[in-house]
């Protein structure tokens, strides 16, 4: 459109697109880390992306965090019908605050889109012993399955320590963070500028191994600060399709 072409924002997606071999970039004019109506361009825009691969019946396996939870308000009910498609939470949620745990989004956006959806109720980061008792109960089990199957996964890009603090982890879990270089958080896993996964939470949902198997990877973030984040994740090489905004755009460009 050739509103994007005047802010320059067209340039911006192609060699952003170019530079780590995706499908599509979208990118929002402003900053979404300072302005909360670029927050909101960035959920309208993550919603369009969304509805763009899904067709039907699909399985789509979503992560919490604020940016995703503004995906879910910009979701509108598009042509064809969903009736026959699934939200599920990415991974288990309880720990963040609400409004932005993988379930409420999940569920949020599937009203919204006249779909189903599933919920995992069990905390986001497990114990070993925790985690083997809930891995072979049936209900959970089902629905893991469910979450590892899934067709598209749309998912948010945290700064790693910004995600460890926001996680509560442990100091001598962040220093170690720290010495290896994480950069990234997504999905559970860390990543450092190299694109390398550097340190895993034990948790039930999708794996790495589910990811790569994926049709449609969908990452959505913005904000100046999160450029080194989200290239980081661009570069492990799994995802298909970035919306972000002209602030990290930028960034990331200028180091490509
Ligand atoms: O905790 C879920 C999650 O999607 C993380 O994987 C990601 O790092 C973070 O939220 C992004 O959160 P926000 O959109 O609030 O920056």
Request: glycine share 10%; proline share 3%.
């Amino acid at each position: 459109p050739v509103v994007k072409e005047i802010f320059g924002l067209a340039n911006l997606e192609e060699k952003i697109r170019t530079a780590y071999g995706l499908c599509k970039v979208v990118v929002v004019p402003g900053d979404s880390e300072t302005s909360p109506l670029t927050k909101k361009e960035l959920g309208r825009a993550g919603a369009k992306a969304l509805l763009s691969v899904m067709s039907g019946n699909d399985v789509v396996a979503v992560t919490g965090g604020t940016t995703l939870a503004e995906v879910a308000e910009h979701l509108t009910p598009p042509n064809v019908s969903l009736k026959q498609s699934w939200f599920v939470p990415a991974r288990g949620g309880l720990g963040e605050s609400l409004e932005i745990q993988a379930n409420t989004i999940a569920s949020g956006m599937a009203k919204r889109v006249g779909a189903g959806y599933r919920l995992l109720h069990v905390p986001d980061l497990l114990g070993k012993e925790a985690y083997e008792s809930l891995v072979h109960d049936p209900n959970i089990h089902d629905i893991v399955e469910m979450i590892r199957g899934a067709r598209i996964v749309i998912h948010g890009i945290g700064d790693a320590m910004e995600m460890a603090r926001r996680r509560k982890l442990e100091d001598s879990v962040v220093e170690e963070l720290q010495n290896q270089g994480a950069l990234a958080e997504s999905y559970g896993y860390y990543f450092d500028n190299n694109g390398v996964v550097v340190h895993k939470m034990l948790t039930l949902g999708l794996r790495l191994e589910d990811i790569m198997r994926t049709d449609h990877v969908v990452g959505i973030a913005g904000g100046k600060s999160k450029a080194k984040a989200i290239h980081a994740v661009l570069k492990f090489g799994q995802e298909d399709v970035l919306v972000t905004d002209e602030a990290a755009a930028e960034e990331i460009v200028r180091e490509l």
